[in-house]
Every structure is written in structure tokens, then in C-alpha cells.
């Protein structure tokens, strides 16, 4: 998730829905200080600026901080704001070369104070099929404040065991916010690589929770791009077999994968979800397509390609 959707989504929890500008990062609400039928407040949710047609400069500014301080909102989420925004420019774009450090507010699941949040968070866990080992194995966490609040924290740590990127995904019902994740450049980044042997095969997939129930090998993209330093690796590793075990989404980029794999000598399988994720399907399902799959041809590559009309 790109930094400027969480600010959309902060913004949409408290002036309803906004109209997207086709070309820009505008988006216009309906201004609650001059009531205007029309959405006249425009707020750039990458930058910041915001300004209300009708009623500026009253209702102008740099960042939407002064904005929710004008609507009363509860300081939480203010303080949330700022944590993206400086006086003039995006907190964002600065702390994209920064190293990756858990929130303040993160907490552990093997202590439990008996709160409603930490039943909640763990009857969520339950309910994804998470099991105490893998809690243990991940450093799973959870956050009852803060910008990550109700939210399950899974760490991704470096071949030296370092901190390089997290996830947050909401144990709510009806979040309006349901992943959050610290703004750092991807490219850079190997999923989980302190689990991953690089003698083996490797499972890619999309999410941390995916990597979890998969247990065996598994790298989270966090999205849908194999990202610059993981692409890297695996051409130049002794790994000799990778699994794609991608959305259908998500097709034509893992064809687009397999081609440049299987050009450095790469056996690849393209693994068949069969619509759902493998956080959905659960190890034993996954264990089951992962020995059922084939390993992709040129043939096999090009008739896909063709299917999909590419």
C-alpha cells in the first residue's frame, strides 16, 4: 500500500468520500465548514495542500493537520497526520532511505495482560490459522495504540537477522484502514530472508500472511513485483527451482517473472490458487498444489500469454 492511500483513507473516515481528480492527487470533499453542495475542498493526499474554494483562505493549508484541528478531531489521529506530514513536505518521502525500526506501541503476543485488545488480536490469529510456533518463529505483534492500533504487526528481518520492513493488518471487522506498512523503498527488500535457505527451493507469494501458512521457504513480496534485490538473488543463488504462488490478478507479471527466470536456467512453477490466497488454503492445501504443480515450459509460457492476450 502506497503512503498517499493511507492519508485518503484517514481523510475518507472523516469527510466521507472523495471524488479523484483523473490526473493528479486531488481529491475533492464536501468542505464542513461552509456546507457548499458541491465538493469544493480539494486536498492533495500526497503532498498535503488542501484549499476549499468557497471559503479560502479560511479553509487552506500546507497539510491536513491544521484541517483536523479545525474539525476537533481526538489527537490520536492528529498525531497520526503529522507522523506524515512535516510543514511543507511529505515526512514520507524523507524517511524512505531511514532504517526500519517496530512501533513504540508494539507488543508482544507471548505476554499476555488479559486486555480486550489482546483477546481480540489473538482470536484473530486463531481464526487465520496462526499457531503459537509460528508466533514465536515471526516475532508476531500487535498494537492497541498509535498509527498501528488494532493492528497485527508481522516483522520481515534481513539474512543478519535485522529489521527491514513490517506489515500491519487490522483485526477489526470493518476497518477503514485494513493494512498499513512503514514507507521504505521495496526494491531493496527480501521478504523474511533470515528463514530462507538458498540451496533449496523457493516459494514466492504475496503477503506475510501467505509466507506464514506456507511455512516452507517462502518469500512475501509485499504486492504483486518481485522487487529488484530478490530478482538479483535468485538469478545469481544456487536456487535452482522457484514456485510462483501468485493472485490471478497478478498473471501477467508472474508470466513476465517465469520468462526471465527460465531464461537464467530457473525451473519455475506457476502454482494454481484456485481463487484464493494461500493464508486462505492453509499448509496442507498449499503442500498439496506445491506437489501437484508442473514445471513451465516456453510452450507452456507462450499458450498463457496467448490466453491472457498478451
Not at 493511507?6 to 469527510?15: A, M, P
Not at 457548499?36 to 493549508?61: A, E, F, R, S
Not at 498509527?147 to 476497518?175: C, H, Q, W
Not at 523474511?192 to 504475496?206: K, S
Request: aromatic fraction near 10%.
Amino acid at each position: 500500500m502506497e503512503p498517499h492511500d493511507y492519508v485518503l483513507g484517514l481523510l475518507e473516515s472523516l469527510l466521507g468520500k472523495g471524488k479523484k481528480d483523473r490526473h493528479t492527487f486531488d481529491y475533492a470533499f464536501h468542505c464542513p465548514f461552509c456546507n457548499h453542495k458541491k465538493p469544493k475542498l480539494i486536498v492533495n493526499v500526497k503532498t498535503g495542500q488542501y484549499n476549499c474554494w468557497t471559503c479560502h483562505p479560511q479553509t487552506k493549508g500546507k497539510t491536513p493537520v491544521s484541517l483536523l484541528v479545525k474539525l476537533g478531531v481526538e489527537n490520536e489521529r492528529i498525531l497520526e497526520m503529522k507522523s506524515y506530514f512535516k510543514s511543507d513536505r511529505t515526512k514520507l518521502e524523507d524517511d524512505r532511505d531511514k532504517s526500519v525500526f517496530l512501533p513504540k506501541e508494539f507488543e508482544s503476543f507471548t505476554k499476555n495482560d488479559g486486555s480486550l485488545e489482546y483477546r481480540r488480536a489473538v482470536a484473530y490469529l486463531k481464526m487465520r490459522g496462526i499457531q503459537a510456533s509460528d508466533v514465536l518463529k515471526y516475532n508476531l505483534g500487535y498494537c492497541k495504540t498509535g498509527r498501528y492500533r488494532n493492528k497485527i504487526v508481522v516483522p520481515s528481518y534481513d539474512k543478519s537477522g535485522k529489521l527491514n520492513y513490517f506489515v500491519a493488518r487490522s483485526y477489526e471487522k470493518d476497518p477503514f484502514l485494513k493494512y498499513d506498512a512503514p514507507a521504505v523503498t521495496k526494491t531493496e527488500i527480501i521478504g523474511m530472508e533470515y528463514f530462507i535457505n538458498w540451496q533449496v527451493p523457493v516459494i514466492l507469494c504475496e503477503g506475510a500472511f501467505d509466507a506464514i501458512a506456507i511455512k516452507r521457504n517462502a518469500i512475501p513480496l509485499f504486492g504483486k513485483s518481485i522487487p529488484k534485490s530478490l530478482m538479483l538473488k535468485l538469478v545469481e543463488s544456487q536456487v535452482k527451482t522457484v514456485y510462483l504462488a501468485l493472485d490471478n490478478d497478478a498473471l501477467k507479471e508472474a508470466l513476465t517473472y517465469s520468462q526471465t527466470l527460465l531464461d537464467h536456467g530457473k525451473e519455475v512453477y506457476l502454482i494454481e490458487l484456485e481463487g484464493k490466497d494461500p493464508s486462505d488454503l492453509g499448509f496442507e492445501k498449499m503442500t498439496q498444489l506445491l506437489q501437484q504443480a508442473k514445471p513451465l515450459t516456453f510452450g507452456d509460457l507462450l499458450l498463457r500469454r496467448l490466453q491472457i492476450g498478451k
